[in-house]
């Protein structure tokens, strides 16, 4: 009988030919849709933020919301003293890297890309998409050296909440591999631009602050291991113990010189993501990762990163002959070009050579086009970009002004590049949603993916 969603079902058996962008298991499906649910939210807002800092800097009130940017306040004898905009590059931007290193652990130790066959791909994508925007970045402002070579990271990283609002906005019923590919490739380009950050963009380390560092970091590890044997799994333990040895840690980094957002991903691989069998097996409840992710996600996408764009995006554009200025800069021109061109070709170069020298072939459902509009997409950069624009030129200095226009443009350019893409795919992935949904046992889980796991069995 023929298929009605005129999509072919994919084959139950096993075959030799390996696979890559498949469908993942029914958990990890419903898991990070309700992940990607929150970050789309979260890109709404982060969008009105930028609007809203953008008008604000542009119009009457620029001296008041420059002002409310650099007011300070802290504990001076900690180098706490910090102005609003740098507690948020700081502080908050934190909370994101800390659950960008809990997604990559999670995925790593108990989601479907604890298989090396399927974490390779994206793994690879990330970091194709890293080096081939950083390349074509420096060959545009070799001429130019000095000062302007500091921008080279910029625009390597992807914004995912950016990302899936754009998908939002075109209606894209862009399929769960490729969604899951994406935000894998997300996270671990995240990750790659925070090991960039410490190794590059920190200067000027003060040694004992960072060897003290290791005490409530080693602490930390230690309760959150013993999180569910000392505390039955109680949600209070994680805010009242974990909450101030975690902003210690912080503390003692950000007072080192290495940059404070280190501290959330530290902080975040030493979570445990599998909960002790000691603590009452399988109904013992979440684990701490699970918890922490929960609780967290909301107030990074909601909160910390919408606050961090509202402080850092706010540039004053000049008018016409300003916007003209600041996208003539080099530094400027290397960023678009590496978002929209660069960024597209290192992740579709990458995921094809490992596809292609694995003697491994796409998912039946998916075509080639649709690699290349995921990789426009990745094309999106934001909250990352921002930050490590901060970090290469100085806050306000031009350059810093340039690149965070050239930011702004060239995600602009992705997003609609991606767009014309993947709204052309729509059709298609309209029938395999369709197809996908099938419940014929009405067992709660579609049909797809009990055969899918049946065959995996």
Same mark, same amino acid.
């Given at each position: 009988?023929?298929?009605?969603?005129?999509?072919?079902?994919?084959?139950?058996?096993?075959?030799?030919?390996?696979?890559?962008?498949?469908?993942?298991?029914?958990?990890?499906?419903?898991?990070?849709?309700?992940?990607?649910?929150?970050?789309?939210?979260?890109?709404?807002?982060?969008?009105?933020?930028?609007?809203?800092?953008?008008?604000?800097?542009?119009?009457?009130?620029?001296?008041?919301?420059?002002?409310?940017?650099?007011?300070?306040?802290?504990?001076?004898?900690?180098?706490?003293? #910090?102005?609003?905009?740098?507690?948020?590059?700081?502080?908050?931007?934190?909370?994101?890297?800390?659950?960008?290193?809990?997604?990559?652990?999670?995925?790593?130790?108990?989601?479907?890309?604890?298989?090396?066959?399927?974490?390779?791909?994206?793994?690879?994508?990330?970091?194709?998409?890293?080096?081939?925007?950083?390349?074509?970045?420096?060959?545009?402002? #070799?001429?130019?050296?000095?000062?302007?070579?500091?921008?080279?990271?910029?625009?390597?990283?992807?914004?995912?909440?950016?990302?899936?609002?754009?998908?939002?906005?075109?209606?894209?019923?862009?399929?769960?591999?490729?969604?899951?590919?994406?935000?894998?490739?997300?996270?671990?380009?995240?990750?790659?631009?925070?090991?960039?950050?410490?190794?590059?963009?920190?200067?000027?380390?003060?040694?004992?602050?960072?060897?003290?560092?290791?005490?409530?970091?080693?602490?930390?590890?230690?309760?959150?291991?013993?999180?569910?044997?000392?505390?039955?799994?109680?949600?209070?333990?994680?805010?009242?113990?974990?909450?101030?040895?975690?902003?210690?840690?912080?503390?003692?980094?950000?007072?080192?010189?290495?940059?404070?957002?280190?501290?959330?991903?530290?902080?975040?691989?030493?979570?445990?993501? #599998?909960?002790?069998?000691?603590?009452?097996?399988?109904?013992?409840?979440?684990?701490?990762?699970?918890?922490?992710?929960?609780?967290?996600?909301?107030?990074?996408?909601?909160?910390?990163?919408?606050?961090?764009?509202?402080?850092?995006?706010?540039?004053?554009?000049?008018?016409?002959?300003?916007?003209?200025?600041?996208?003539?800069?080099?530094?400027?021109?290397?960023?678009?070009?590496?978002?929209?061109?660069?960024?597209?070709?290192?992740?579709? #170069?990458?995921?094809?050579?490992?596809?292609?020298?694995?003697?491994?072939?796409?998912?039946?459902?998916?075509?080639?086009?649709?690699?290349?509009?995921?990789?426009?997409?990745?094309?999106?950069?934001?909250?990352?970009?921002?930050?490590?624009?901060?970090?290469?030129?100085?806050?306000?200095?031009?350059?810093?002004?340039?690149?965070?226009?050239?930011?702004?443009?060239?995600?602009?350019?992705?997003?609609?590049?991606?767009?014309?893409?993947?709204?052309?795919?729509?059709?298609?992935?309209?029938?395999?949603?369709?197809?996908?949904?099938?419940?014929?046992?009405?067992?709660?889980?579609?049909?797809?993916?009990?055969?899918?796991?049946?065959?995996?069995?």
């Amino acid at each position: 009988m023929t298929d009605p969603t005129n999509v072919p079902t994919p084959p139950t058996n096993p075959v030799s030919t390996r696979v890559v962008l498949r469908r993942g298991t029914y958990r990890e499906f419903v898991r990070v849709s309700a992940i990607l649910r929150k970050e789309t939210v979260g890109g709404a807002i982060l969008l009105a933020a930028t609007v809203t800092a953008l008008i604000m800097a542009n119009s009457g009130f620029s001296d008041s919301y420059y002002a409310f940017r650099d007011f300070e306040f802290g504990y001076e004898p900690w180098h706490l003293k #910090l102005s609003l905009g740098t507690w948020a590059a700081d502080g908050l931007l934190a909370v994101f890297f800390f659950l960008a290193g809990l997604e990559l652990k999670r995925e790593f130790v108990a989601g479907d890309l604890r298989s090396v066959s399927r974490a390779i791909v994206p793994v690879a994508a990330a970091v194709g998409g890293v080096i081939i925007p950083a390349v074509i970045f420096v060959l545009i402002n #070799l001429q130019s050296g000095g000062e302007t070579l500091r921008g080279w990271a910029i625009p390597t990283a992807t914004d995912i909440a950016f990302a899936l609002a754009v998908l939002a906005v075109i209606g894209s019923k862009l399929p769960p591999a490729l969604r899951i590919f994406l935000l894998t490739l997300a996270v671990v380009d995240d990750l790659l631009a925070i090991a960039i950050i410490a190794f590059f963009y920190t200067t000027d380390i003060a040694f004992p602050p960072l060897l003290l560092a290791i005490i409530p970091l080693a602490l930390y590890w230690f309760v959150a291991h013993k999180y569910s044997h000392f505390f039955k799994n109680q949600t209070w333990a994680a805010w009242v113990i974990l909450l101030p040895i975690g902003f210690i840690t912080w503390a003692l980094l950000h007072g080192s010189g290495v940059h404070a957002t280190v501290a959330g991903v530290l902080l975040g691989f030493a979570v445990p993501v #599998l909960r002790s069998q000691r603590s009452g097996g399988p109904n013992a409840g979440p684990g701490l990762a699970e918890i922490l992710e929960h609780r967290l996600r909301p107030l990074s996408s909601g909160v910390a990163i919408p606050v961090f764009a509202f402080f850092s995006a706010g540039v004053t554009l000049g008018g016409v002959d300003g916007l003209f200025n600041a996208l003539t800069d080099p530094v400027a021109i290397g960023i678009v070009v590496a978002l929209v061109i660069g960024k597209p070709i290192g992740v579709l #170069l990458a995921t094809f050579l490992v596809t292609k020298t694995t003697k491994a072939t796409l998912d039946p459902d998916l075509a080639w086009i649709d690699v290349i509009g995921v990789s426009i997409l990745a094309g999106v950069g934001f909250t990352v970009s921002l930050l490590i624009s901060e970090l290469a030129f100085g806050l306000d200095s031009p350059h810093d002004d340039h690149a965070k226009v050239a930011i702004l443009v060239g995600s602009l350019l992705a997003a609609l590049f991606a767009t014309a893409v993947l709204r052309g795919r729509n059709r298609h992935y309209g029938r395999i949603a369709a197809r996908d949904a099938i419940d014929s046992d009405e067992d709660g889980i579609p049909d797809v993916y009990q055969n899918n796991e049946a065959s995996n069995s």
